[in-house]
């Protein structure tokens, strides 16, 4: 990571390219009859020689003293020559109908290189996200991909590439991030594969979201285990390929006040029942998270909504459960412990997000009530030993804190999150955990697990920082710390996330929520989670017979409450089949986090993928092709296609810098006190003689040009 | 004029200190690593050391015995070679050490000379197979989370009287009997 090396390498080199020149002279000095005139304007050189010597110097001290705390990375990026054989393209079109958006993610493989080609590229998709079509277009044939157990899907994959056919084998390495294997593409082909998901429309603080996830945060993996990493990230401007194109149809079933997209700029054509967007920009590449928001009028305030439909054999609901509205409700004194990460993925663009973050939250203490701070990488460090008021020179103390965080080192979280939720309890309050990172790490299910056990009477609210924060993660984090996710995106966001933030944290929540159906439903998430201001709740359902309304209790501050969701006939779609089964499959999987047994998960979450056509972690796409187009005499290459690296990151190249260059300082410490040396010994021991005998001349006066 | 050559001669102090340094950590940590071998968790070599010894690398064929750190920052590299991702686990290692302190050995490795490195969950005896020059703003490493690999990585060439150049020597090692590699 050269820093400035042009000015520096400026500086150097004309030190040295004087040095010889001036060593000469002072050798010379001796054996020479010079006027001391000439002496003088001699010293005048040797004085700027050395004082350049001594910038020279001062610089490189200070620039080795940079370097050594900037950070570095490692990891990531590139084999050499893979960038240039494999480029890709995205191109995204997605229908969002009310609260369900279906997408398709096409990726154009181009194999430039001269070989046929195996591609692998790793790609992450939203949350929740239901995977049940895959289709690939290759030399003007098309291949639409079905549904396999994984390891069956596996060898026909390898079978097909032995064979010479064109397959492409689509699978889930984690909870959100998914892997594309393509093989057998002819240099010089362009083969086009399109995975198509449901993902939900999230509805928070009034606004409607959709995010769709282009890149990912490299990972950090405290321990040994796991496979599939994505460590092949590159920087965008040295990529030739991802660029992006989307053609979104928005029907979002009510009048807007207000639509946007986040992080890039688009195009809109409204459309008989909604709008239509494009990128504006064609030159976008697919190196951040795309976010679109969407705003009903003023004054259509969403109500708790339930939509069905009619799958056969069964009915399956959609319950959209939307919370009080918080002005009814007094708040109250809390506990905020707030947890920041300081590793070395927060580098760049998201530890500034993430200090913004910490000094907003504060501003939102009330003088009743309690606070601390704790700073985790590899080590975990907390302001003080026990939360403390919120004082003017307490928060004084956390913005000096604040200001000092650096982000270096690994990302070890369970220390921190430990000490949070374990710190000496304040009578009273409720303890709030605020914990603010990028979430890079590999052993999710682990800190899960901690989380679930640890957490006692406190709340854990997840903030996710960063281009490419692991959102799943956070999410997951939240859900088991009973409290909520927050996403930050931008440095101008802060502000607006974490006042949502403060409303979750401020105002009590709906707590122990039951719902009736009116019959014997089989709805996930089972147990209901807190209902926080400003954010509903999803609830998918499987029921006997068509739901009329549905009824929920809970306790607020103590006191009963109670709503209603009608029935809005005919708004659902086969989609709300597919996203109950896809939320059964994850509470599956939840229950084998937390001890349900592993066979038994797994033969459940098959069965329901098959039945319902799902890419699970057990459940892989796979289309082949039936005539092979490679002779089985040719070779074939396999080329990891890089993702591209989350904007703003300083991932660049992962190497650091090794010299300490300790040899050149010490040649030029010494070059310059031998300069120094020789003009203490050169200089006459007095000027006043020989002044006066220098004819005096009269100078013409300076110009005032120069 | 005095206060000049002070000055030099506190910078000279300095730059002479680097290597001093290098050395002196390297004893220092060796104390700490003696905690690690009676199988006790290694202490910070020093009371305000924010590292600790993670692995033992050698090369015998040089005499090369060195204590390679944990955590991947300037101030650790000081002290001597750290682990690129910052930890001693996984298979695929990077290391990475300064060119003019204690990875100036990796001038004089050649292919077939053979390294070891000690860890806590045991000693790898690997084979240099590899070493290339590599701009480090054209390329990246790969890392390979299935595959067992180490790859020591310093500044390029070694001679250079400036730092922060873009260049970097990268020495291949694979375990000795051929890579093996496992899971997808």
């Not at chain 2, 000279?12 to 390297?26: C, S």
Request: net charge negative.
């Amino acid at each position: 990571m050269p820093r400035n090396p042009s000015i520096r390498d400026r500086l150097e080199s004309e030190a040295w390219n004087h040095f010889p020149e001036t060593a000469r002279r002072i050798a010379d000095r001796g054996q020479r009859h010079r006027q001391r005139r000439a002496l003088c304007w001699e010293d005048r050189i040797l004085l700027i020689v050395s004082a350049l010597l001594m910038v020279a110097l001062i610089l490189r001290v200070e620039t080795v003293h940079a370097e050594e705390d900037a950070f570095w990375g490692i990891e990531f990026s590139m084999g050499e020559q893979s960038l240039q054989s494999v480029a890709l393209d995205t191109e995204i079109s997605a229908e969002i109908t009310g609260l369900v958006a279906r997408i398709d993610v096409t990726q154009r493989f181009h194999n430039t290189g001269s070989d046929w080609a195996e591609a692998v590229y790793r790609f992450p998709l939203p949350e929740g996200a239901a995977v049940d079509r895959l289709r690939v277009e290759a030399g003007g044939r098309i291949l639409v991909g079905e549904i396999r157990e994984r390891e069956e899907a596996q060898q026909e994959y390898a079978k097909a590439l032995a064979e010479g056919k064109v397959a492409s084998l689509v699978e889930q390495q984690r909870a959100n991030q998914f892997q594309t294997k393509l093989a057998n593409i002819a240099a010089g082909e362009t083969i086009r594969v399109s995975i198509s998901f449901l993902a939900r429309v999230e509805f928070r603080d009034g606004v409607f979201a959709l995010q769709i996830p282009m890149t990912f945060t490299p990972r950090w993996m405290p321990r040994e285990g796991g496979t599939g990493r994505p460590h092949h990230l590159v920087n965008a401007e040295m990529s030739n390929g991802h660029f992006l194109e989307m053609d979104i149809l928005l029907r979002p079933g009510m009048e807007l006040s207000q639509l946007e997209s986040r992080y890039h700029d688009i195009d809109i054509q409204p459309e008989p029942d909604g709008f239509r967007l494009f990128l504006a920009d064609p030159d976008t590449r697919s190196d951040r998270v795309f976010e679109l928001n969407w705003s009903p009028d003023y004054g259509a305030t969403p109500e708790s909504t339930l939509m069905s439909w009619d799958g056969g054999d069964a009915q399956y609901a959609l319950l959209l459960l939307v919370p009080p509205l918080a002005e009814a409700i007094e708040p109250q004194a809390r506990e905020v412990v707030f947890v920041i990460d300081t590793s070395g993925s927060m580098e760049g663009a998201s530890i500034e997000q993430a200090r913004l973050a910490l000094a907003q939250g504060l501003t939102n203490l009330g003088p009743d009530d309690r606070f601390n701070l704790v700073e985790f990488n590899s080590d975990t460090r907390a302001l003080f030993d026990e939360s403390l008021p919120a004082m003017p020179w307490q928060l004084e103390k956390a913005v000096d804190f604040i200001s000092g965080l650096d982000a270096n080192g690994g990302t070890n979280m369970a220390p921190a999150l430990q000490l949070a939720m374990a710190l000496p309890e304040q009578t009273g309050l409720l303890r709030q955990v605020v914990f603010i990172t990028d979430g890079s790490v590999g052993n999710e299910r682990e800190l899960l697990v901690q989380i679930g056990e640890q957490l006692g009477d406190s709340r854990l609210f997840t903030v996710s920082i960063g281009s490419a924060p692991n959102d799943w993660f956070m999410r997951k984090a939240a859900e088991v710390g009973r409290g909520s996710h927050t996403r930050v995106g931008q440095l101008d966001e802060v502000a607006e996330r974490m006042a949502a933030l403060w409303t979750r944290i401020e105002n009590p929540a709906v707590q122990d929520i039951c719902v009736d159906w009116g019959m014997d439903a089989e709805f996930y998430p089972e147990v209901v989670p807190d209902l926080y201001a400003g954010e509903p709740l999803w609830l998918y359902a499987r029921l006997p017979r068509e739901p009329r309304d549905v009824t929920v209790c809970g306790e607020l501050e103590g006191r009963y409450w109670e709503t209603r969701a009608r029935l809005l006939p005919g708004t659902g779609g086969e989609s709300i089949a597919t996203l109950w089964a896809r939320s059964k499959v994850e509470a599956l999987e939840d229950g084998r986090m937390f001890g349900a047994d592993a066979d038994l998960v797994r033969e459940q979450v098959v069965d329901l993928a098959l039945a319902f056509g799902l890419l699970t972690r057990y459940t892989s796409l796979i289309a082949v092709d039936r005539t092979p187009v490679r002779a089985a005499s040719e070779q074939i290459e396999t080329r990891d296609v890089p993702n591209l690296l989350p904007a703003g990151s300083e991932f660049v190249a992962g190497f650091t810098q090794t010299a300490t260059g300790w040899k050149t300082q010490l040649a030029l410490s010494l070059v310059s006190l031998l300069v120094v040396l020789a003009m203490l010994l050169h200089t006459p021991p007095s000027d006043s003689r020989a002044r006066p005998k220098t004819p005096a001349r009269a100078e013409p006066a300076p110009s005032t040009g120069r | 004029m005095l206060g000049t050559a002070i000055l030099c001669l506190a910078a000279a102090a300095h730059a002479a200190w680097i290597p001093v340094k290098a050395e002196l950590a390297q004893w220092l940590i060796e104390r700490s690593w003696s905690e690690v071998l009676a199988g006790r968790p290694a202490p910070p070599p020093w009371p305000w050391a924010d590292t600790r010894p993670a692995a033992v690398l050698e090369a015998p064929a040089l005499g090369v015995r060195q204590f390679v750190l944990e955590g991947a920052s300037g101030r650790n590299l000081a002290f001597g070679p750290v682990f690129g991702n910052g930890t001693a686990d996984g298979r695929d290692l990077i290391i990475s050490g300064h060119r003019d302190t204690h990875f100036r050995f990796l001038e004089s490795l050649a292919k077939g000379d053979r390294l070891s490195i000690r860890r806590e969950s045991g000693v790898g005896e690997f084979e240099v197979v590899d070493a290339a020059v590599v701009d480090s703003r054209q390329v990246g490493m790969l890392v390979d989370p299935d595959i067992d690999r180490v790859r020591l990585v310093t500044c390029w060439p070694f001679d250079s009287p400036s730092t922060g150049g873009p260049m970097r020597y990268v020495i291949t090692a694979l375990p000795r009997g051929g890579a093996t590699r496992s899971g997808g």
